[in-house]
């Protein structure tokens, strides 16, 4: 039970970076990004460019993504999104959009490096065996604890910092934050760079522990919605929740089920759809949205 439960809290650290940085485009834009896991991917292989190829420390590859991704976000925002949202009124105009990047970044990253897996060696090297009742390599654990840590930091900045508290009245009520003097465009923009910062930050993680490849997006997004759905659409703690609450169902199928991922997201999609039957704005969001 013990190594479930460590199980559960490694997966559930990575899986709210991930759900964090959707949520918060969400909140702000009220646009779901098809294209959250591609931006994952990309920065899995920025990280390992940067280690690999150029021989760089492990921690200037995950700055180099957290950056790249940033402003691959910021340029997505302001050039096409921005764009769309002021020139149509039909919501599936983003939709559509979001799901052209998702597309796109593909074919970026089969161009740019192939569609073999590429991975890094480990950071640290052995395992924790405390009296074989919790066995969990040290990579691991160091990757989960930078994970939380992550976590806090975003939830710090988000509570205390003025830009963190322009997003939050953003995504409260945007006429309202306009009316006292939010510039809205530079905060949408602002919060788009930071949502696709934190996917690449996670895709550099975790590129040394299972590698990146070009068909990881795709799943990775489901992931992604998924958190989101069970915490509550646009809701920040909300996103951490889910994350967790993904990561221990996760844990915990695998071990009951004798590590068959496919009968373990079976349950979990079984369990999601009669859930959100029972309650559709998810576990923290609002009944009208």
Do not use: C
Not at 154 to 162: D, T, V
Not at 211 to 228: D, H, Q, R
């Amino acid at each position: 039970m013990e190594q479930v439960l460590v199980n559960g809290l490694y997966l559930g650290a990575q899986y709210a970076l991930i759900a964090l940085g959707l949520t918060l485009i969400f909140s702000l834009m009220n646009v779901l990004n098809f294209a959250h896991g591609q931006m994952y991917v990309l920065g899995g292989f920025v990280t390992y460019t940067v280690v690999a190829q150029f021989g760089l420390p492990f921690i200037v590859g995950l700055l180099a993504s957290g950056v790249a991704l940033a402003v691959i976000g910021a340029l997505v925002e302001r050039f096409l999104f921005r764009s769309v949202i002021r020139n149509s009124k039909r919501e599936e105009s983003t939709m559509l959009l979001a799901a052209g990047i998702a597309f796109f970044l593909d074919a970026v990253i089969l161009l740019v490096f192939g569609e073999k897996q590429r991975g890094l060696p480990k950071i640290v090297d052995g395992v924790l065996n405390w009296d074989f009742i919790i066995i969990m390599p040290y990579d691991r654990i160091l990757i989960g604890v930078l994970a939380l840590a992550l976590v806090a930091v975003f939830i710090l900045f988000m509570q205390h910092s003025k830009t963190g508290r322009a997003m939050r009245a953003l995504a409260q009520d945007k006429v309202a934050a306009r009316l006292m003097g939010v510039d809205v465009d530079r905060y949408s923009m602002i919060g788009f760079a930071l949502g696709a910062m934190l996917a690449g930050i996670v895709g550099g993680l975790l590129v040394t522990i299972t590698g990146i490849n070009l068909g990881m997006g795709g799943p990775t997004s489901i992931k992604a919605f998924m958190m989101i759905m069970i915490g509550g659409a646009g809701v920040i703690s909300g996103a951490i929740l889910g994350g967790f609450i993904l990561g221990m169902m996760e844990s915990v199928g695998l071990t009951l089920l004798a590590s068959s991922g496919e009968i373990t997201y079976l349950a979990i999609f079984a369990s999601l759809m009669v859930f959100l039957a029972i309650r559709p704005q998810g576990l923290m969001g609002k009944p009208w949205g």
